[in-house]
């Protein structure tokens, strides 16, 4: 038995994949204490792990960033991404740190589970010398001879140019975009006792003991440098499908009928053009067409078309097997979630990490990517395409079968299972003989 200690950023988009691992962990018999906000107390204890508050800091769970930092109100592009990674992640890593520290001290923790914003699981780790796992509920943003960086929503581009592309994009952000992230970094390090490195910040994302990847490896780009210690386990997807309240029109979109779902996210969902342009453009035609996560603030026609049905919840594991096309701003989950049943996607996204995703299911050849404001027409003409291009829903089955072809939670805790007899770092094929390889 293991003890794991987990404290993953408290949003949705991180904390729902990771409470489907923490679940397997304690369905294993290992001890589970989780560190979060007090939005997310019913979602850790029904995983069967213990929760514990987030106390010596902001619980920005029940609180919006722009509240525990408002310079993000007034600031944009490059300066509002070094706002939100300074204040709001590393000047909240030594009250979180404190507050691990006093968990620890009770819990004797033999693992730590955060991701790539926790900077405080990692301070923690090399103060306490606790193997330090993360786990990937985004796309892989680490910087890669390969890959562009991350925040540009490039795709990859093959051969010497695409390397030269790479390398100088690289070096420009880690100097410019990231430079004076990482020195304040050091700073803040220093302030807890530990010492200064001299890395970019997005170098410390990749823990060198482990990093699950919360995804299948077709959906991500190909790096031959990719750290041994990334492992792509599947997607981690709630699996509950039962509906706490039957919509009123759950049997005509199970019924067979083409089905359009769209949805503005949960947290970035300010700008409703995406599902005005979704209702515009099928407006009376024979898809059903259900926007999730709306409320009575989204302007829409009224009367509504014919084949419109708004609704603030959708139970999206059980709606999208029945879905032929997910309409989406790129928030990662959803995506996942579409991806593993095969249906084609049309993303439209302008921030956070939703332009990366974005690029990768137009990468992939599982949907069309749109500007972040699609017209109406644009919109029209990018699912006509999915419709009656194979292309994409052939492109979408690959990488369902792929994702199919993994046990997500099982694989998941096999690896920090290993991690945790170990204390070592758990390398791609070196198996311990006590684990299932992937």
């Known amino acids: 038995m293991t003890r794991f200690l987990v404290a993953v950023t408290p949003v949705t988009g991180h904390m729902l994949p990771t409470s489907v691992l923490v679940a397997e962990l304690v369905r294993r018999g290992h001890d589970v ?45 490059v300066a509002q991404v070094r706002t939100a990674f300074s204040k709001l992640f590393i ?53 890669s001879r390969d890959t562009a960086p991350m925040g540009l929503g490039l795709p990859p581009l093959p051969g010497p140019i695409g390397r030269a592309r790479n390398a100088v994009l690289t070096a420009a952000h ?37 990093y699950l990847q919360d995804t299948a490896e077709s959906f991500e780009y190909p790096r031959s440098d990719l750290p041994p210690q990334v492992h792509f386990i599947g997607p981690l997807l709630t699996a509950d499908r039962t509906l706490p309240k039957r919509p009123q029109w759950w049997d005509e979109a199970t019924s067979g009928r083409p089905v359009v779902l769209v949805t503005q996210g949960t947290v970035t969902n300010v700008d409703d053009h995406l599902i005005g342009a979704t209702v ?31 609704e603030g919840y959708v139970p ?27 249906v084609p996607i049309v993303v439209a996204a302008g921030s956070e990490d939703k332009p990366e995703v974005a690029a990768r299911v137009a990468w992939s050849g599982a949907g069309i990517r749109l500007p972040q404001r699609p017209s109406a027409a644009e919109m029209r003409r990018a699912l006509e395409a999915l419709d009656t291009d194979p292309h994409y829903r052939a492109n979408g089955r690959r990488i369902a079968d792929d994702m199919a072809s993994h046990r997500p939670a099982e694989e998941g805790a096999d690896l920090l299972e290993q991690l945790g007899r170990t204390q070592s770092p758990v390398i791609r094929g070196a198996w311990d003989g006590s684990s299932q390889p992937n």
């Open 33 to 77: 204490a989780w560190y979060t906000g007090a939005a997310f107390r019913t979602l850790v204890e029904g995983s069967g792990a213990q929760w514990f508050p987030l106390r010596s800091g902001p619980d920005w769970s029940v609180t919006k960033p722009y509240d525990v930092v408002p310079e993000l109100r007034t600031t944009r592009g």
């Open 91 to 143: 000047d909240g890593a030594p009250p979180a740190l404190a507050d691990l520290g006093e968990i620890h001290a009770g819990f004797r923790a033999e693992v730590v589970l955060g991701n790539a914003l926790s900077f405080a699981a990692r301070w923690f780790s090399e103060l306490h010398g606790v193997p330090h796992a993360n786990i990937g509920t985004t796309v892989l943003g680490i910087y």
């Open 174 to 210: 880690r100097r410019i975009i990231f430079g004076p992230v990482s020195r304040h970094l050091d700073d803040v390090r220093s302030s807890v006792g530990l010492p200064r490195q001299g890395r970019d910040m997005v170098d410390t994302f990749a823990t060198p003991y482990l």
């Open 280 to 310: 515009e453009a099928l407006a009376g035609k024979d898809p059903l067409v259900i926007v999730a996560g709306a409320d009575a603030s989204l302007p829409l026609p009224d009367p509504l078309p014919s084949n419109v049905r708004i």
């Open 316 to 342: 999206m594991a059980a709606l999208m097997p029945h879905v032929t096309a997910y309409v989406t701003n790129g928030g990662y989950g959803g995506v996942q979630r579409a991806l593993a049943q095969g």
